[in-house]
């Protein structure tokens, strides 16, 4: 490929790749980065995981919009070779990191953090290298102000770069098929497909090996269809010899993956062989270190899944688990339960069980159809009441004693507000270091979000690593002493953590046997006592608590651990109970 100086190319072509684009933030900010680069004079193209709303609203002259099909983390030769057809690569956002670590020293690059809606930081290319690097952080008032900051951190950026310039090539296995609005009078639908395929083929696999492969829906106007490429895959899963005394666990969503192993688990140890369907997503293989001749995985997206409850072979299994007891159901644009979504669903020898993340949502028709599993002992209102059955079986693990010289405290969660309070650990790291307490750093390891502004200072105790594997997650956990989960007692969000809700991170803790620095307000219901954690009352003795980590012996450290785990076993026993007596009847 011929190499070309930047000064020798027309400079206005910008890539601009985003990824989990769920929250209107996330949106916002997208629309102010290439609003910004439209305005000046720079054409635009934006590669997103994910498709998003207000996609359809964009009327930006040069703006080009390309959603990435599911399985593109194995095309990540061909998203270099599609990256290096532009001048500049924008990556948006911290979920962005894959992006940035496979492209990083291969195009010019920026890795842009909207962090408030009085800052913006850029991390350019020679950055990226680190995992805190020291970060460029400029502080804006204005919409004017805004535009002349992107504008400086795109010239800059271009100015000293030479790059690879490639205008051909076929990216077909990349990016999902164009929407196609088809108009009909009174009537509009739009269907994701390819057209000439439509014509050509389509008709022809209708009804075939008992798929619908068209399914009009009247209210939306909107079509949903399996390609021959769909009913191959589901297929594959069905060439499989199916064990008796079996259980299929179901994920439709890419979440909650992590508590599948778990689930799994409390089967197997039921004498069961169990099989689990989930989708695709990057490097997110939450069974890395779990490992058995009796159980399966297997890799469809959601629209296949949604057909394979249909098949009639189904029935040899004793229990279909829902993962997840909603989803969102993209014909109708809302939440719905796994069953309204996937409609008629072939019925298993025994039940269906449902997983309940979000009793507040609960609807009637899952509560009448499986028998109900929730994640903790929580005060919910749902008759009857679900059995508490908690994951947190991970595989392969160890328990490690406490590092020596440096603590490694870690925080593992989406970076929202909503969830963890990120400004409370950026502050007591800010009074630990004016106490002259330096031997610690934090992990924090973070799937959606972005940290705060951060002093330089402060950057070097905060190992930010984004969005990590499952793996390298795991190694994470192995290597850290204490957990942060950083719960709010002053925040009302931070209620369904005591009410509604549970999280992963309790899951980490119990699995990893990771002794936490937690609220009083959140410990009890969860487990934490000041035998197997540090308490704290307020925010402000957040700081105190760390301290006491940090001073903490290896002795003292492991005692706490030994009482962490006699705890996380008898759950485990509780649990077993539980989950024996639901499928009982008892």
Not at 362 to 388: F, G, H, R
Request: net charge neutral; hydrophobic share 35%.
């Amino acid at each position: 490929m011929q190499q070309y100086k930047y000064s020798d190319v027309q400079k206005d072509k910008i890539l601009v790749f985003t990824d989990n684009l769920f929250s209107d933030a996330g949106e916002t900010n997208l629309l102010h980065l290439i609003k910004a680069i439209s305005e000046i004079k720079y054409s635009c193209t934006v590669v997103s995981v994910n498709d998003f709303p207000v996609k359809d609203h964009l009327y930006i002259d040069g703006l080009d919009i390309k959603i990435l099909n599911n399985d593109y983390d194995k095309h990540f030769d061909k998203i270099i070779e599609y990256a290096k057809c532009f001048n500049l690569v924008i990556a948006n956002n911290t979920t962005a990191y894959p992006f940035v670590d496979h492209l990083k020293n291969k195009v010019p690059l920026i890795w842009y953090i909207n962090e408030t809606n009085e800052f913006i930081e850029f991390i350019d290319n020679t950055q990226i290298l680190h995992r805190h690097p020291v970060r460029t952080v400029l502080r804006f008032t204005s919409a004017q102000t805004y535009k002349s900051v992107v504008k400086q951190m795109i010239e800059n950026n271009l100015a000293d770069n030479s790059y690879a310039f490639n205008s051909t090539g076929n990216y077909t296995s990349v990016f999902k098929k164009k929407n196609i609005l088809i108009n009909l009078g009174l009537i509009k639908f739009r269907v994701t497909l390819d057209w000439k395929f439509l014509l050509k083929k389509i008709f022809s696999f209708s009804n075939e090996k008992n798929y619908k492969t068209l399914t009009f829906f009247w209210r939306k106007y909107r079509f949903e269809y399996l390609s021959l490429k769909n009913i191959q895959n589901i297929n594959k899963f069905f060439e499989q010899n199916f064990e008796e005394n079996a259980v299929l666990i179901v994920e439709l969503n890419e979440h909650h993956y992590e508590t599948l192993p778990g689930y799994a688990k409390y089967f197997m140890d039921l004498g069961y062989n169990v099989d689990v369907v989930f989708p695709p997503a990057y490097s997110r293989n939450a069974f890395v270190r779990f490992k058995s001749e009796n159980l399966h995985t297997y890799q469809l997206n959601k629209l296949e899944i949604k057909y394979l409850l249909k098949n009639k072979k189904l029935s040899s299994y004793n229990y279909i688990v829902f993962n997840s007891e909603l989803t969102v159901n993209c014909l109708q644009d809302n939440v719905s339960s796994c069953f309204k979504y996937s409609g008629k669903i072939q019925k298993p020898q025994k039940d269906f069980v449902s997983i309940t993340h979000q009793p507040e949502y609960i609807d009637e028709l899952t509560l009448e159809k499986s028998k109900n599993i929730i994640l903790a002992d929580l005060p919910v209102n749902m008759i009857p009441k679900p059995a508490v059955v908690n994951p947190h079986y991970f595989g392969d693990v160890k328990i490690t004693p406490k590092n020596v010289s440096i603590t490694d405290f870690i925080v593992i969660g989406n970076i929202q507000k909503q969830r963890k309070n990120h400004d409370l650990l950026i502050n007591t790291v800010q009074k630990l270091i004016t106490k002259g307490i330096t031997n610690f750093k934090v992990t924090v390891i973070g799937s959606q979000g972005h940290l705060s502004y951060m002093p330089e200072n402060v950057s070097r105790y905060i190992d930010f690593k984004g969005k990590l594997d499952f793996e390298n997650m795991f190694d994470a956990m192995e290597n850290a002493d204490f957990f942060l989960p950083l719960l709010d007692p002053e925040n009302p969000d931070h209620e369904r953590y005591i009410t509604t809700g549970t999280s992963g991170a309790f899951q980490l803790i119990y699995g990893f046997t990771k002794p936490c620095i937690i609220c009083k307000k959140f410990a009890k219901i969860h487990g934490f006592t000041d035998d197997n954690s540090i308490l704290y009352d307020r925010n402000n003795e957040l700081m105190q608590a760390m301290i006491t980590a940090i001073n903490m012996p290896v002795e003292e450290y492991q005692i706490k651990q030994k009482m962490l785990l006699q705890y996380v076993q008898d759950l485990y026993r509780k649990s077993l109970d539980n989950l024996k007596g639901l499928l009982n009847g008892e």
